[in-house]
């Protein structure tokens, strides 16, 4: 998920299942996990977004999450969300940088607008003629572009048993 979408380690762990359309092409991003627990509170104001998600992942998703209707996507045994750095150090950043993975590198070779980059990413607008753009607001126009640009990998299988190890979960985290 972090690789084909853009999210933020912690926007990832701080996903529920309500954040997620019923196909699984969006993810509401309105919250984040953190040493605490979860908070509403984003690094910035454009890290509040609608994820579009290219539907080989969505279908991943969606079989991932089953028939559960509400908790945490990613979560410990307990409901808690995962922890940050043993995600990162130790799974994440290592199968990313093996794998070769780069989603930014990807849509820009794939052409996608810059500031559509941006927004799927929570960063602000570069210029102040990105802030003209209605890209963010043309839903059709933006999966259309998702299920264009692809993902840029090939999906690891998912795992579907919900009480799991971490390192397992990450399978669907990268």
Do not use: C
């Not at 290592?94 to 980059?117: C, F, Q």
């Amino acid at each position: 998920m972090v690789a084909s979408t853009g999210l933020r380690l912690g926007e990832l762990l701080g996903l529920s299942i309500q954040d997620i359309s019923d196909d699984g092409t969006t993810i509401t991003v309105a919250k984040q996990a953190t040493r605490g627990g979860l908070t509403n509170r984003l690094k910035t104001h454009n890290a509040y977004r609608i994820v579009d998600v290219h539907p080989d992942v969505a279908a991943e998703l969606v079989a991932f999450i089953g028939d559960r209707a509400s908790g945490l996507v990613f979560a410990s045994s307990t409901g808690k969300p995962l922890s940050h750095s043993n995600l990162r150090n130790r799974l994440l950043y290592p199968i990313l940088e093996a794998a070769g993975i780069d989603r930014v590198t990807h849509l820009r070779k794939k052409r996608v607008p810059e500031d559509l980059i941006r927004f799927w990413l929570g960063h602000g607008d570069k210029t102040v003629t990105d802030g003209y753009s209605q890209l963010k607001r043309d839903t059709e126009y933006r999966k259309e572009v998702v299920q264009q640009a692809g993902i840029g990998f090939e999906i690891p299988p998912v795992v579907q048993n919900v009480q799991k190890s971490e390192k397992e979960e990450v399978t669907l985290a990268a």
